[in-house]
């Protein structure tokens, strides 16, 4: 067996295996065998057919069968040996045409094209600086999380007429075009909440409304084309939702609003414990601390964010595209040319972020252990349990839950992918300079919206 590396350019090359019978023939005899034992056929009994026969029948398919895998393993064992950095999978070369019989005798040749990826060095010093926000809570913020916390432990009433915030339990009906109801067409009860009623216009017809009073409104331009709120509401499906035109009609089975609990010491103890808070101003400095130390998640987001496009400026290097959509088109038979040429250019970002990612622990030797997966895998498990109800589980049914979580190969895959970032992400954040910076939350929500 020979085999040959012809390199392209620096980003591609040639691998060239020539395999000649004496490589391939004891694997094929083996194969041979091992289906002889294993065949069943008419006319002889388990395990006794002969191997010739084995190989008049089947001789051909497995030659190929044994071919490609020797091919395989050799081309693997080659990447390794040479240390090549390769991205995507080796791909048969595009010219190569010849043709074999197959006949046990055949001196093959196989080209394969790949993709290596490029030389860099990226290096962080204290020369770099980010801003580090610290966000604060506006006045405007806490109001509203305090009159939401208020309307949760509230009571509900159902008043004559509608008025702002209230919700609209309401029978749904598509028009068609000439007003009339559509027939066949979605039909769903459901409660409108007006306070997710985006269309000012829309928004105040619905205002004054009583129990059988019938409006029409235009659904997409009430929700600003948010096509999964009104897949929600008329419980379609989101694609549906996205392609929907035309009115509904709305008729009112009964208007609920969500009276706001008073602030007294049952509805403090309700929340916190009893006799934790006992005072209005106690009240909003826990809302406070509460609402800012949710912040943190999103100012480290803005910082991560920040960080990845540092780290991406500092590099220039270029991929070998056309390999690699090449290499895309062949692994997912389905990619029409408009959505690999549209998606390419987020695939390539995303390739370039993980070989600086690869680059950075390679350089720092920044170890990813079993217990670090472990431990976020636990995290994220315990924050989805605490959405459904904020009694946090037992710490071993908990790590019950997250062994059985990171059994599965998909779920184990994307923990330790988050967990290399954090380990990336807070090597940069240790060795660059950070400028802390104190901003409202509604001017922090401005500037990650412009930087969108």
Same mark, same amino acid.
């Given at each position: 067996?020979?085999?040959?590396?012809?390199?392209?350019?620096?980003?591609? %090359?040639?691998?060239?295996?020539?395999? #000649?019978?004496?490589?391939?023939?004891?694997?094929?005899?083996?194969?041979?065998?091992?289906?002889?034992?294993?065949?069943?056929?008419?006319?002889?009994?388990?395990?006794?057919?002969?191997?010739?026969?084995?190989?008049?029948?089947?001789?051909?398919?497995? +030659?190929?069968?044994?071919?490609?895998?020797?091919?395989?393993d050799t081309l693997n064992n080659y990447i390794d040996e040479q240390?090549?950095?390769?991205?995507?999978?080796?791909?048969?070369?595009?010219?190569?045409?010849?043709?074999?019989?197959?006949?046990?005798?055949? #001196?093959?040749? @196989?080209?394969?094209?790949?993709?290596?990826?490029?030389?860099?060095?990226?290096?962080?010093?204290?020369?770099?600086?980010?801003?580090?926000?610290?966000?604060?809570?506006?006045?405007?913020?806490?109001?509203?999380?305090?009159? #939401?916390?208020?309307?949760?432990?509230?009571?509900?009433?159902?008043?004559?007429?509608?008025?702002?915030?209230?919700?609209?339990?309401?029978?749904?009906?598509?028009?068609?075009?000439?007003?009339?109801?559509?027939?066949?067409?979605?039909?769903?009860?459901?409660?409108?909440? &007006?306070? /997710?009623?985006?269309?000012?216009?829309?928004?105040?017809?619905?205002?004054?409304?009583?129990?059988?009073?019938?409006?029409?409104?235009?659904?997409?331009?009430?929700?600003?084309?948010?096509?999964?709120?009104?897949?929600? &509401?008329?419980?379609?499906?989101?694609?549906?939702?996205?392609?929907?035109?035309?009115?509904?009609?709305?008729?009112?089975?009964?208007?609920?609003?969500?009276?706001?609990? $008073?602030?007294?010491?049952?509805?403090?103890?309700?929340?916190?414990?009893?006799?934790?808070?006992?005072?209005?101003?106690?009240?909003?400095?826990? !809302?406070?601390?509460?609402?800012?130390?949710?912040?943190?998640?999103?100012?480290?987001?803005? +910082? /991560?964010?920040?960080?990845?496009?540092? %780290?991406?400026a500092k590099v220039d290097f270029a991929l070998p595209d056309e390999?690699?959509?090449?290499?895309?088109?062949?692994?997912? *038979?389905?990619?029409?040319?408009? *959505?690999?040429?549209?998606?390419?250019?987020?695939?390539?970002?995303?390739?370039?972020?993980?070989?600086?990612?690869?680059?950075? !622990?390679?350089?720092?030797?920044?170890?990813?252990?079993?217990?670090?997966?472990?431990? &976020? %895998?636990?995290?994220?498990? $315990?924050?989805?349990?605490?959405?459904?109800?904020?009694?946090?589980?037992?710490?071993? /049914?908990?790590?019950?839950?997250?062994?059985?979580?990171?059994?599965?190969?998909?779920?184990?895959?994307?923990?330790?992918?988050?967990?290399?970032?954090?380990?990336?992400?807070?090597?940069?954040? #240790?060795?660059?300079?950070?400028?802390?910076?104190?901003?409202?939350?509604?001017? @922090?929500?401005?500037?990650?919206? %412009?930087?969108?």
């Amino acid at each position: 067996m020979n085999i040959t590396q012809e390199k392209i350019n620096d980003l591609s %090359a040639v691998v060239k295996i020539n395999i #000649n019978p004496e490589d391939y023939q004891p694997r094929v005899e083996k194969a041979i065998k091992e289906n002889a034992k294993k065949a069943k056929l008419p006319g002889f009994r388990p395990g006794m057919v002969p191997a010739s026969h084995i190989k008049k029948m089947y001789g051909k398919s497995i +030659l190929v069968d044994e071919i490609n895998n020797l091919l395989q393993d050799t081309l693997n064992n080659y990447i390794d040996e040479q240390k090549l950095a390769v991205l995507g999978q080796p791909l048969p070369a595009a010219d190569d045409n010849k043709e074999y019989n197959w006949d046990f005798a055949d #001196n093959f040749e @196989f080209s394969y094209e790949l993709g290596l990826a490029p030389e860099f060095s990226i290096e962080f010093s204290s020369a770099d600086k980010l801003t580090q926000y610290v966000i604060k809570v506006d006045d405007e913020t806490l109001a509203s999380r305090i009159k #939401n916390i208020r309307r949760s432990y509230g009571k509900m009433t159902n008043p004559d007429v509608s008025a702002d915030d209230d919700v609209l339990y309401s029978e749904l009906v598509q028009l068609s075009a000439d007003g009339s109801v559509f027939e066949g067409g979605i039909t769903n009860t459901a409660s409108v909440r &007006l306070d /997710q009623i985006k269309d000012e216009a829309i928004k105040a017809s619905l205002i004054g409304l009583k129990k059988d009073d019938v409006l029409t409104f235009d659904i997409r331009k009430a929700f600003d084309n948010d096509a999964a709120k009104i897949a929600g &509401l008329l419980k379609i499906e989101e694609d549906d939702a996205a392609d929907l035109r035309g009115d509904f009609q709305l008729t009112v089975k009964n208007v609920n609003r969500l009276e706001e609990s $008073d602030l007294n010491q049952e509805f403090f103890d309700k929340l916190f414990g009893e006799g934790t808070v006992t005072t209005e101003e106690e009240f909003r400095t826990k !809302i406070t601390e509460e609402l800012e130390s949710m912040m943190v998640q999103d100012a480290d987001r803005k +910082l /991560q964010d920040d960080m990845y496009k540092l %780290a991406i400026a500092k590099v220039d290097f270029a991929l070998p595209d056309e390999f690699l959509k090449r290499w895309l088109k062949a692994t997912n *038979e389905k990619l029409s040319d408009e *959505e690999l040429e549209g998606g390419y250019n987020d695939f390539a970002q995303n390739l370039k972020w993980t070989l600086i990612e690869n680059k950075i !622990i390679t350089d720092n030797t920044i170890e990813i252990k079993y217990e670090d997966v472990f431990e &976020l %895998a636990k995290i994220r498990l $315990d924050q989805q349990f605490r959405m459904y109800s904020p009694t946090p589980i037992p710490e071993d /049914q908990l790590g019950q839950y997250t062994v059985q979580y990171l059994q599965n190969k998909d779920n184990a895959n994307k923990i330790f992918e988050e967990v290399k970032a954090l380990k990336v992400f807070g090597y940069i954040k #240790n060795v660059i300079t950070l400028d802390k910076q104190e901003i409202l939350y509604t001017d @922090f929500s401005a500037l990650v919206t %412009a930087a969108q």
